[in-house]
């Protein structure tokens, strides 16, 4: 019965079934951890990127073999509605389970990526890659997660699946490539010669390969930092690049962390204009998963006022001008911290709430954009209403027929081009005036 002799040659015949693929710039992720072995097979074949895709079913509490919704890195969070509602399971027990599977998700990231961020997913094809499928309720999670993470098109590739489950998959990913489609179906294993356990090593060690073989830019300063917040200290990855005009302090939003894909995806773009990045997080884990802290802009700006101090007392950024850049949430943060540092070069706010900063608007100093989608009705107004309040310098910047996330093809790219002419014209500028108002 076996038509593989592992899962190596499973991925070999997947990835010459997909080879169209190559030529739309595809990102790959493997379902882990026997996934993973297939998935490299593939990558190396569309000379794409590999990464996994860590996801978490979210079960109902008593009944867990039930999914309610799934968790997946970078905040991304998908409901069932239907069960919600008909399990009648009550908002405070979903935050429950999800702060539970949240420490599972972060704990495997750590172990097959470190601290390293999930490769960027915006505006890009998505390989979706297992070992095989049965039910196909992991593969569906991972769907929709990476619709989530703004993905453009979402391929699902597997050696063997039956055909129920196939047909129900091909209504949810926009292509769905797999090798054989046995009926009746029964099992994956016995379509392997040999479907010993993929180990946590392996793993590890075909992501390193693979990031070995695609290359990325390298920077003399590229490397993970904890970042001293009284006493927490904060995971966060810092980059800068030789002759730096800058560095930009990310502040997430909405409970996001430093893997937050949007922010991920804008920070590679500032740095290849010069400017360093420093993405951390501005809450633990446990924090993120109550509401009250998201909206705590005041806690999140005491945060990154620290950031900021810390950064200062680094020698490869001691002497850089400082931008933040802000989303949702994180934007208040930014305005709030700016207008209690007065050091603080230049701000750039997506899809932000600057309302939330509330009167301290008024005493910001720092230059600041607002972006804004145009579809993004709500948050347009409230961001009109905020530019009001500015005594800065400011401008308010609208993407046409972009919505709250900027999913759409090339919004994002706009948001990136509007911040890094936004940084690059005031970082240096004001740092300049300020230094030459104090000799004066």
């Known amino acids: 019965m076996a038509r593989f002799r592992n899962r190596r040659e499973a991925?070999?015949?997947?990835?010459?079934?997909?080879?169209?693929?190559?030529?739309?710039?595809?990102?790959?992720?493997?379902?882990?951890?026997?996934g993973v072995p297939v998935a490299a097979e593939v990558a190396r074949a569309l000379h794409a990127p590999l990464d996994v895709m860590i996801v978490r079913k979210l079960?109902?509490?008593?009944?867990?073999?039930?999914?309610?919704?799934?968790?997946?890195?970078?905040?991304?969070?998908?409901?069932?509605?239907?069960?919600i509602t008909v399990t009648k399971?009550?908002?405070?027990?979903?935050?429950?389970?999800?702060?539970?599977?949240?420490?599972?998700?972060?704990?495997?990231?750590?172990?097959?990526?470190?601290?390293?961020?999930?490769?960027?997913?915006?505006?890009?094809?998505?390989?979706?890659?297992?070992?095989?499928i049965a039910t196909g309720?992991?593969?569906?999670?991972?769907?929709?997660?990476?619709?989530?993470?703004?993905?453009?098109?979402v391929v699902l590739a597997a050696p063997v699946a039956p055909v129920e489950t196939v047909d129900e998959m091909a209504k949810e990913a926009d292509e769905v490539v797999v090798l054989e489609t046995p009926s009746p179906f029964f099992a994956i294993g016995p379509w392997?010669?040999?479907?010993?356990?993929?180990?946590?090593?392996?793993?590890c060690r075909l992501l390193e390969a693979s990031r070995a073989s695609v290359g990325s830019p390298t920077f003399p300063h590229d490397h993970d930092v904890v970042v001293s917040a009284g006493p927490l200290r904060l995971p966060g990855h810092l980059v800068v690049p030789t002759a730096p005009r800058g560095i930009v302090i990310f502040a997430h939003g909405s409970g996001s962390s430093r893997y937050s894909p949007r922010n991920v995806q804008v920070a590679r773009y500032l740095r290849t204009a010069g400017l360093g990045t420093l993405l951390f997080d501005l809450l633990?884990?446990?924090?993120?998963?109550?509401?009250?802290?998201?909206?705590?802009?005041?806690?999140?700006?005491?945060?990154?006022?620290?950031?900021?101090?810390?950064?200062?007392?680094?020698?490869?950024?001691?002497?850089?001008?400082?931008?933040?850049?802000?989303a949702s949430t994180g934007a208040a943060a930014a305005l709030w911290a700016a207008a209690e540092d007065p050091l603080v070069d230049a701000i750039v706010s997506r899809g932000g709430r600057p309302d939330l900063a509330g009167a301290?608007?008024?005493?910001?100093?720092?230059?600041?954009?607002?972006?804004?989608g145009g579809d993004d009705l709500a948050v347009l107004r409230l961001n009109e209403e905020a530019a009001a309040q500015l005594r800065c310098d400011h401008q308010l910047d609208v993407v046409a027929g972009a919505t709250h996330l900027f999913e759409e093809p090339g919004a994002l790219e706009q948001v990136a081009d509007l911040a890094r002419d936004w940084f690059l014209t005031h970082l240096q500028r004001r740092r300049s005036a300020l230094r030459g108002s104090t000799m004066s």
């Open 89 to 132: 399971i009550a908002p405070r027990e979903i935050a429950e389970v999800e702060a539970r599977e949240r420490v599972e998700v972060d704990r495997r990231a750590r172990r097959y990526r470190g601290d390293a961020p999930m490769v960027a997913l915006e505006g890009r094809t998505v390989v979706i890659v297992d070992d095989g």
């Open 137 to 153: 309720s992991t593969a569906r999670a991972a769907l929709q997660i990476a619709r989530a993470h703004g993905a453009r098109r």
């Open 284 to 326: 633990m884990p446990e924090e993120a998963v109550d509401r009250a802290n998201v909206f705590d802009i005041e806690l999140l700006a005491v945060r990154l006022l620290a950031a900021t101090r810390w950064l200062r007392s680094q020698p490869a950024t001691a002497e850089l001008p400082i931008g933040y850049f802000g």
């Open 360 to 372: 301290r608007l008024s005493a910001v100093d720092a230059p600041t954009l607002l972006i804004v």
């Open 59 to 83: 079960g109902v509490p008593f009944q867990p073999e039930l999914a309610m919704g799934a968790i997946g890195e970078g905040g991304a969070r998908v409901l069932n509605d239907d069960v």
């Open 192 to 203: 392997y010669d040999d479907f010993s356990q993929t180990t946590d090593e392996e793993v």
């Open 11 to 34: 991925g070999e015949r997947l990835a010459a079934t997909l080879a169209p693929v190559r030529d739309e710039n595809p990102v790959v992720l493997a379902l882990p951890r026997g």
